[in-house]
């Protein structure tokens, strides 16, 4: 059987914190109904704080932040009436192009159309704009991630979001926003997650990623949008009985959203360590936040990702050529320093090759076998 890694060494994703006491605690002691029905009120606690946090008018818990994009486009789509399912204008870079496509088409019966996006992660508005254009005025759902993780965690500013979300409603599109780690782009600019919510029609928000709560996501909105969301999420079997239990450890999390910024410290002394290493590239977003991307020369990620574990070192390859180091509350100076001289040390024994520029990610030609649904 496969051993453990250390905690504090294992950076494959920020879905790899554990319930601590006061979660578990939380869990044990939660007031439960039955959210099927309806009258679970440790849900419908997360659910209005969520939904006071983004600044909607209602929010939804759901099993997963990938079920929460699905039901974002099917209660788009169903908005839409007799008018058909929309197109849906995403990022070549986000999670859903990458890993949510097949269940979009699947599920949603919907049609993605992936669009360049800027070195900060944005979507293209001249591209958005023309993909909007040729719809013909079919309905259309446009969609942007902050943070933007194939840009190592980039945050995005509310004005970035407000121009691609007034482009979009210009053509009368639904603006969604996977906002999986909206929290981290909120700590790093230093402005409230509703802020940053503010410009669009929906937005998916993560609780189990660096705020450290085992599971869920939540589907934010207004009443009409998030009502048609909740008979989407029981067609597909996503309601959960006495899920108070899921949602106590969430309202925990939810406390610890100022916590982010040590996480975020502590990926910038990664960083710092990395830039020393000759031999390794770096991966520089313009506002970062929990996540460090490197490379070594020579390497392609899957390799170097292999020699790292060989040090007890784990990290997540992906198909920008680089690999992901995403830290959480579990890293400490111990963990940086540690993969430091583990990436040292691989970069030391690599074979010599012609490195390239830092800058916007390398081509997508690599696998992504690595890659998980919800990392």
Not at 1 to 6: E, N
Not at 72 to 83: D, I, N, V
Not at 308 to 337: E, K, Q, S, T, Y
Request: aromatic fraction near 2%.
């Amino acid at each position: 059987m496969t051993q453990p890694a250390d905690p504090r060494l294992d950076f494959r994703s920020d879905t790899r914190t554990v319930p601590d006491a006061r979660m578990r605690a939380a869990m044990t002691a939660a007031e439960v109904g039955d959210d099927v029905y309806g009258d679970d009120p440790t849900v419908a606690l997360l659910e209005a704080r969520v939904a006071d946090l983004l600044g909607t008018e209602d929010a939804l818990l759901t099993p997963t932040g990938t079920m929460s994009n699905l039901l974002a486009a099917l209660a788009a789509a169903g908005s839409h009436g007799p008018r058909g399912a929309p197109l849906l204008v995403v990022g070549e870079d986000t999670h859903m192009a990458f890993l949510e496509a097949d269940g979009l088409r699947q599920f949603a019966g919907i049609e993605l159309l992936p669009v360049p996006q800027r070195p900060d992660g944005l979507p293209d508005p001249d591209a958005v704009a023309a993909v909007l254009a040729a719809g013909g005025g079919r309905p259309a759902v446009v969609c942007l991630e902050n943070t933007s993780m194939m840009r190592s965690g980039n945050a995005l500013d509310a004005a970035a979001t407000r121009a691609l979300a007034d482009l979009a409603h210009r053509y009368g599109a639904h603006v969604h926003l996977d906002g999986a780690r909206l929290a981290n782009a909120a700590v790093a600019l230093g402005v409230p997650p509703a802020e940053l919510a503010a410009p669009v029609d929906s937005v998916a928000f993560s609780v189990s990623k660096g705020l450290g709560a085992p599971v869920g996501g939540l589907l934010c909105g207004t009443h009409a949008y998030v009502a048609r969301a909740r008979e989407v999420r029981s067609a597909l079997g996503g309601s959960m009985h006495q899920s108070g239990v899921i949602a106590a450890p969430a309202l925990v999390a939810l406390d610890r959203l100022p916590e982010l910024a040590a996480d975020h410290a502590t990926a910038a002394a990664l960083a710092a360590g990395f830039a020393t290493v000759p031999g390794a590239g770096l991966l520089r977003p313009p506002r970062p936040t929990n996540m460090v991307m490197a490379r070594v020369a020579g390497l392609t990620p899957e390799e170097c990702a292999r020699r790292l574990a060989g040090h007890g070192v784990r990290v997540l390859p992906l198909p920008n050529g680089f690999v992901r180091f995403a830290v959480h509350r579990a890293h400490d100076m111990i963990g940086v320093r540690a993969a430091v001289d583990a990436l040292a040390a691989v970069a030391a024994t690599a074979p010599v090759a012609r490195t390239t520029s830092e800058g916007a990610p390398a081509g997508r030609g690599l696998t992504t076998t690595a890659w998980t649904e919800e990392s």
